[in-house]
């Protein structure tokens, strides 16, 4: 049987291959920068100014008004503070709504461009008229904005007169534009006085007639536009009907067209175009105190700035 027992040997060192090929790889590398040129300057101003500015004196009187502002002790109207904290609610509200708005978003204005010059677009004519010498008594817009109607009469005959006019219509948008001819000419058998076209319904146009008569002609019917008119009878007018105009009814939507003449009669009248007729819907008359001694043309002014009227 063989025993085991320790010994001491020398000790055996082994180098690195792997350290000693690492070291043979290195090199060594030095960089160094240029000097750096550096210089002290300095600067002086060679002189100085002392500039002030001063505003205008103010003369005597605007010296007293801002001295009585500042020194008043005078309440403030009465009312004013409780009218100013009522309504301050509603006013904010409006402004942040109008600051909200886009309705004149892209709205360039350019004051500099602007004249007071008037320039002539169109001269608008209708031959016939011309050679019998009628005048233009009543001109008005369509709603659209791009037709303009136009009333031929006489505005120089004082006397009942069934002298034929006619009332004739342009299209200024139209491509081809006839200034000299009118794209739609409505024959009347005497003189319109008076002339108003439809605030929604571009078709319609009511018209005042010199015999007392009260019309609305559809454009929209080539064969026969008149769709209703009122005819000589003891609820009509009795002189020349010097102004219509289209007015709202207490049913939405629906107008109806007010008439005057110079005899202090201002009739409301309802269109039942099935049966083409108007209907009498209102009569007033001016009070006899406030009819003034003077010419049609000047009655027929002041009955336009809304004079007193009562229910006869």
Not at 208 to 228: F, H, I
Not at 276 to 291: D, E, H, I, M, P
Request: glycine content about 6%; some cysteine.
């Amino acid at each position: 049987m063989i025993m085991f027992t320790d010994e001491v040997v020398d000790s055996v060192s082994v180098q690195s291959l792997w350290r000693k090929s690492r070291q043979a790889a290195q090199e060594s590398r030095g960089c160094q920068t240029r000097a750096v040129h550096s210089a002290e300057g300095a600067v002086q101003t060679v002189s100085t100014a002392s500039i002030s500015t001063q505003t205008e004196q103010q003369d005597q009187e605007t010296e007293q008004l801002l001295l009585l502002l500042q020194n008043r002790d005078e309440p403030d109207p009465p009312g004013l503070r409780d009218f100013l904290q009522r309504v301050e609610g509603l006013v904010i509200r409006e402004l942040v709504k109008n600051a909200k708005s886009h309705a004149f978003d892209g709205l360039l204005v350019n004051s500099e461009d602007y004249s007071q010059r008037v320039s002539c677009l169109h001269c608008l004519q209708h031959p016939s008229a011309q050679e019998k010498g009628l005048h233009v008594t009543s001109v008005s817009w369509s709603c659209t904005g791009s037709v303009i109607a136009c009333a031929y009469g006489r505005i120089d005959d004082g006397d009942w007169s069934t002298e034929r006019s006619c009332v004739c219509t342009w299209n200024l948008d139209r491509r081809g534009l006839c200034t000299k001819q009118a794209d739609l000419v409505i024959d009347v058998p005497t003189a319109v006085t008076a002339l108003c076209c439809h605030p929604h319904r571009p078709a319609l146009i009511a018209g005042g007639l010199y015999s007392g008569e009260v019309v609305v002609w559809d454009t929209s019917r080539t064969q026969d536009p008149v769709l209703a008119q009122t005819g000589m009878s003891t609820d009509s007018h009795r002189e020349p009907v010097y102004q219509v105009a289209w007015v709202p009814l207490q049913k939405k939507g629906e107008f109806g067209v007010l008439s005057a003449s110079p005899g202090g009669r201002v009739l409301l009248w309802t269109v039942d175009s099935d049966q083409g007729r108007f209907v009498l819907n209102a009569a007033y008359a001016l009070v006899r105190q406030q009819v003034p001694h003077s010419s049609s043309a000047s009655f027929k002014v002041r009955l336009r700035r809304k004079l007193k009227l009562n229910s006869f």
